[in-house]
């Protein structure tokens, strides 16, 4: 993995694209509570913002981006297509949805947030319309989200553009190494989801976070820093994209102040090393429509 510093400025897509590397997540935000969050993070200096329709969100993202004052082109905007709007018309369907809540006539990253096996077909036609899309000048970029080896290669060989990003869990106690060494073979950004380990303080009592963790704790300490700051150092200075999510306007404040301090090689080889192979979130063969299918509403 690369693990020179890099620059606030961000990283470029296979396709050219100029991306942040570090963004501002709205998943499980109330969406009475998105407009302040987004604003708060817009005003602190973060330029990528992801939210997706199965969020119920993308209203009050597009609010803030509007009172911001920030002009359209400074701000790096994705959202994802649900499993439920899987296909041509459909997922062409969708993009209108989001875009009419957003309030933008281009999104820059569009991704499909999950694989769905059990219809792969669904998912290559979702795809092939999100190449149509591309195409059409309506997206700057496409992705894909929660896609292993398996469903990459089967959407490779059916498809014409190579996905920019694949979305996926990645965080020091789940770092899925072969998905992440798929993903740069083709050229495939990796941006991580719960990339701090938030996902690892729901497993129970005696379960330990990635917050409480000693070695992250040791190294935060080392640097001056919080154990999610250094996290987040470590996703950067590994090439990946970044984006954590928060209400808080100190946490979303303290999660931006990562670009005055660089890990070691040894502190990231230990980051790696934490790596437990548990996921946390849902695995994704089991993803079908019966049972994570959802109806995203029009408006």
Do not use: C
């Not at 990528?48 to 009050?60: K, M, P, Q, S, V």
């Amino acid at each position: 993995m690369n693990t020179s510093p890099i620059p606030n400025n961000g990283l470029t897509l296979n396709n050219g694209v100029e991306m942040p590397a570090l963004g501002f997540g709205v998943f499980q935000t109330p969406p009475d509570e998105t407009t302040d969050a987004v604003a708060t993070a817009l005003s602190t200096g973060y330029r990528l913002i992801d939210t997706a329709a199965a969020y119920a969100n993308e209203r009050g993202v597009g609010d803030a981006i509007r009172a911001s004052g920030l002009a359209r082109d400074d701000i790096f905007l994705e959202t994802k297509v649900w499993i439920s709007d899987y296909g041509f018309d459909e997922t062409l369907h969708a993009f209108d949805k989001s875009a009419r809540k957003l309030g933008v006539d281009t999104i820059d990253l569009f991704i499909l947030h999950q694989a769905l096996p059990s219809a792969f077909e669904k998912t290559v036609d979702a795809y092939r319309a999100l190449e149509r899309l591309l195409a059409d000048g309506k997206v700057r970029a496409i992705g894909v989200s929660n896609f292993m080896p398996a469903h990459l290669a089967s959407l490779l060989e059916q498809t014409e553009v190579v996905p920019a990003v694949n979305q996926i869990e990645v965080h020091p106690y789940f770092t899925q190494p072969e998905l992440q060494a798929v993903d740069a073979e083709h050229g495939i950004l990796t941006q991580a989801w719960s990339p701090i380990g938030g996902i690892t303080s729901y497993r129970g009592e005696g379960a330990t976070s990635t917050f409480e963790d000693p070695v992250i704790r040791a190294i935060a300490a080392v640097h001056g820093k919080t154990a999610a700051q250094v996290m987040l150092r470590w996703h950067l200075q590994e090439g990946r994209s970044a984006i954590p999510k928060s209400v808080k306007p100190e946490r979303i404040r303290e999660n931006f102040d990562v670009f005055d301090f660089e890990l070691t090689a040894d502190e990231l080889h230990q980051l790696d090393a934490l790596d437990r192979g548990v996921r946390g979130g849902p695995e994704p063969e089991v993803i079908t429509l019966e049972t994570f299918g959802r109806v995203i509403p029009e408006d």
